[in-house]
């Protein structure tokens, strides 16, 4: 070997390879390098932030104030509390039923001097622990309460946060510093889709807490059962807050929609299109081409917007429906809507007593939505009929065909009539796990019953109108056999209240 050769094969051989690899070496370590230094960066400013956000500023020191503390712990939060001199305040924790404007009772107060303070409160919210709250002031148990396991006793599947009510301004004003209200965990069994997921309202009474600041003297009233009181924001409609609403829609704005939220959805629970007669003429009805809306007023002359006040002691409230028109019309029937606080499960119906009523002579409700609610039970008094035998003296529904069942009523006595379904479980887990169901868009609350109460004076007259075909694909038999597509009530003028009914449906006791 040569000299030559020989200092060749000591010197560092390199390719283009082993280049791009150094290169590619030298690029993740300057990523990680500008990664780790914009990380730290990040931190700093975060704990900046905190240490900000947790500074308790006093902008005037005769009005209470606090500030928040970084959360430790899952179940601890902390707040910084200032409390002004010269008047007596308390630390107060409500447990029990609470809405956007109900404040459940005080289960406990203790009395928080002037000066600057820390609260702490812990919330042991599960049934393990039997729900419960231990309330700290500067390191100092405070408040202890425990509402046991069975409050919740499935323990509860989502949880939000609610405002201090908006009622009139208190001089001094309370400080809110938590407040939380629980939708209680339901179990429908195991299995791939049983899972249940309920339409929120924060109207709603639930079971919470509230924790605040608030004067010593200064008492409260239970929240108030109607929801169209004050500022109530009208889309959440007006009516029980834990019973059936009147909800106006935009959609379609003839059909009147009854809703109930505290069965876990907002979709209707009963909807109805009304005709109003005069004779043999039709005086208002959906096909009515002039007809813009209903105007929900607050008498039967509609001059006035719907104004109710919170009064624990009145029992009754009334909204009355005013329909709007494109033109003049001097043929204008007005509705009158009633609740009654003691019965929860119910609305009713009339026509006013107003002389734009004068010159109806009958008027007809349909009831809809059967195959939103797959309506497969029809009674009526004591007579059980399901869809599925509507046919002649109870034959079998013809598949692929609609017929209209007549049912026979005793105007002797009050009519009462009652629909539901017969799944026995929610119908967005029956949408969800029988593929016949799917994309059918069934109703999304808790099972329910429906019903309807009709004075023996207005004379009913009764037709249901049974499906056996789907309506997306003529002449395909519906998924599990017909439904009660609706039923019509035709009901001669007159003041008496027609009472609509929707509650949780009774289960059997094998789906309990």
Same mark, same amino acid.
């Given at each position: 070997?040569?000299?030559?050769?020989?200092?060749?094969?000591?010197?560092?051989?390199?390719?283009?390879?082993?280049?791009?690899?150094?290169?590619?070496?030298?690029?993740?370590g300057?990523?990680?390098?500008?990664?780790?230094?914009?990380?730290?960066?990040?931190?700093?400013?975060?704990?900046?932030?905190?240490?900000l956000?947790?500074?308790?500023l006093v902008?005037?020191?005769?009005?209470?104030?606090?500030?928040?503390?970084?959360?430790?712990?899952?179940?601890?939060?902390s707040?910084?509390?200032?409390? #002004?001199?010269?008047?007596?305040?308390? !630390? +107060?924790? *409500? %447990?029990?039923?609470?809405?956007?404007? =109900?404040? /459940?009772?005080?289960?406990?107060g203790?009395?928080?001097?002037?000066?600057?303070?820390?609260v702490?409160?812990?919330?042991?919210?599960?049934?393990?622990?039997?729900?419960?709250?231990?309330?700290?002031?500067?390191?100092?148990?405070?408040?202890?309460?425990?509402?046991?396991?069975?409050?919740?006793?499935?323990?509860?599947?989502?949880a939000?946060?609610?405002?201090?009510?908006?009622?009139?301004?208190?001089?001094?004003a309370?400080?809110?510093?938590?407040?939380r209200?629980?939708?209680?965990?339901?179990?429908?069994g195991?299995?791939?889709?049983?899972?249940?997921?309920?339409?929120?309202?924060?109207?709603?009474?639930?079971?919470?807490?509230?924790?605040?600041?608030d004067?010593?003297?200064?008492?409260?009233?239970?929240?108030?059962?109607?929801?169209?009181?004050?500022?109530? #924001?009208a889309?959440?409609g007006?009516? !029980? +807050?834990? *019973? %059936?609403?009147?909800?106006?829609?935009? =959609?379609k /704005?003839?059909?009147?929609?009854?809703?109930?939220?505290?069965?876990?959805?907002n979709?209707?629970?009963?909807?109805?299109?009304?005709?109003?007669f005069?004779?043999?003429?039709?005086?208002?009805?959906s096909?009515?081409?002039?007809f813009?809306?209903?105007?929900?007023?607050?008498?039967?002359?509609?001059?006035?917007?719907?104004?109710?006040?919170?009064?624990?002691?009145?029992?009754?409230?009334?909204?009355?429906?005013?329909?709007?028109?494109?033109?003049?019309d001097?043929?204008?029937?007005?509705?009158?809507?009633?609740?009654?606080?003691?019965?929860?499960?119910?609305?009713?119906?009339?026509?006013?007593?107003?002389?734009?009523?004068?010159?109806?002579?009958?008027?007809?409700?349909?009831?809809?939505?059967?195959?939103?609610?797959?309506?497969?039970?029809?009674?009526?008094?004591?007579?059980?009929?399901?869809?599925?035998?509507?046919?002649?003296?109870?034959?079998?529904?013809?598949? =692929?065909?609609?017929?209209?069942?007549?049912?026979?009523?005793?105007?002797?006595?009050?009519?009462?009539?009652?629909?539901?379904?017969?799944?026995?479980?929610?119908?967005?887990?029956?949408?969800?796990?029988?593929p016949?169901?799917?994309?059918?868009?069934?109703?999304?609350?808790?099972?329910?019953?429906?019903?309807?109460?009709?004075p023996?004076?207005?004379?009913?007259?009764?037709?249901?109108?049974?499906?056996?075909?789907?309506p997306?694909?003529?002449?395909?038999?519906f998924?599990?056999?017909?439904?009660?597509?609706?039923?019509?009530?035709?009901?001669k003028?007159?003041?008496?209240?027609?009472w609509?009914?929707?509650?949780?449906?009774?289960?059997?006791?094998s789906a309990?």
């Amino acid at each position: 070997m040569t000299d030559d050769a020989s200092n060749r094969s000591l010197m560092p051989q390199f390719s283009l390879l082993n280049l791009l690899a150094l290169t590619a070496v030298l690029a993740i370590g300057m990523a990680a390098g500008t990664a780790y230094r914009k990380h730290r960066s990040l931190l700093q400013y975060r704990e900046t932030l905190l240490s900000l956000s947790s500074r308790l500023l006093v902008e005037d020191a005769d009005k209470l104030a606090s500030s928040a503390l970084p959360k430790v712990a899952g179940n601890f939060n902390s707040w910084n509390v200032h409390i #002004p001199a010269g008047e007596d305040y308390e !630390l +107060r924790l *409500g %447990l029990g039923k609470i809405s956007t404007t =109900g404040i /459940p009772p005080i289960a406990a107060g203790v009395k928080i001097p002037a000066g600057r303070h820390r609260v702490t409160l812990y919330a042991g919210d599960s049934p393990s622990e039997e729900y419960r709250f231990v309330v700290y002031v500067d390191g100092e148990q405070a408040i202890e309460q425990t509402m046991g396991s069975d409050w919740m006793p499935e323990g509860w599947s989502s949880a939000g946060g609610i405002g201090w009510p908006r009622e009139p301004e208190r001089d001094p004003a309370p400080l809110q510093l938590a407040a939380r209200s629980y939708t209680p965990r339901l179990d429908f069994g195991e299995g791939r889709g049983r899972y249940f997921n309920g339409g929120y309202d924060n109207f709603v009474t639930r079971n919470g807490y509230r924790l605040w600041i608030d004067a010593s003297d200064n008492v409260y009233q239970s929240g108030s059962p109607m929801i169209g009181i004050g500022r109530d #924001p009208a889309y959440k409609g007006i009516g !029980l +807050r834990d *019973g %059936l609403r009147f909800r106006p829609i935009s =959609g379609k /704005p003839y059909e009147w929609d009854f809703t109930r939220p505290s069965l876990e959805s907002n979709d209707p629970a009963i909807r109805i299109a009304a005709t109003f007669f005069a004779g043999d003429d039709v005086v208002l009805s959906s096909n009515s081409q002039t007809f813009q809306s209903w105007r929900i007023r607050n008498d039967a002359t509609g001059q006035d917007a719907l104004s109710w006040e919170a009064d624990p002691k009145q029992l009754t409230y009334s909204a009355f429906l005013h329909p709007l028109f494109g033109s003049v019309d001097s043929r204008a029937p007005v509705v009158e809507i009633m609740w009654d606080t003691n019965r929860p499960d119910e609305a009713a119906l009339r026509l006013a007593d107003t002389p734009a009523n004068d010159e109806i002579t009958r008027w007809r409700l349909r009831l809809l939505g059967g195959t939103d609610h797959l309506w497969r039970q029809l009674k009526v008094g004591d007579r059980t009929i399901t869809a599925g035998n509507a046919g002649d003296n109870g034959a079998a529904t013809p598949t =692929g065909e609609t017929i209209w069942l007549d049912l026979a009523t005793d105007n002797s006595e009050d009519t009462v009539l009652k629909w539901q379904t017969n799944e026995t479980l929610p119908l967005q887990i029956v949408e969800r796990t029988k593929p016949p169901y799917a994309g059918m868009g069934l109703y999304g609350g808790l099972p329910l019953s429906s019903g309807m109460r009709v004075p023996a004076e207005l004379k009913p007259t009764l037709r249901a109108k049974a499906l056996n075909k789907d309506p997306m694909v003529e002449a395909k038999a519906f998924p599990g056999g017909a439904v009660f597509e609706e039923i019509e009530v035709d009901l001669k003028a007159g003041p008496e209240w027609i009472w609509l009914q929707a509650k949780p449906m009774e289960q059997p006791p094998s789906a309990q």
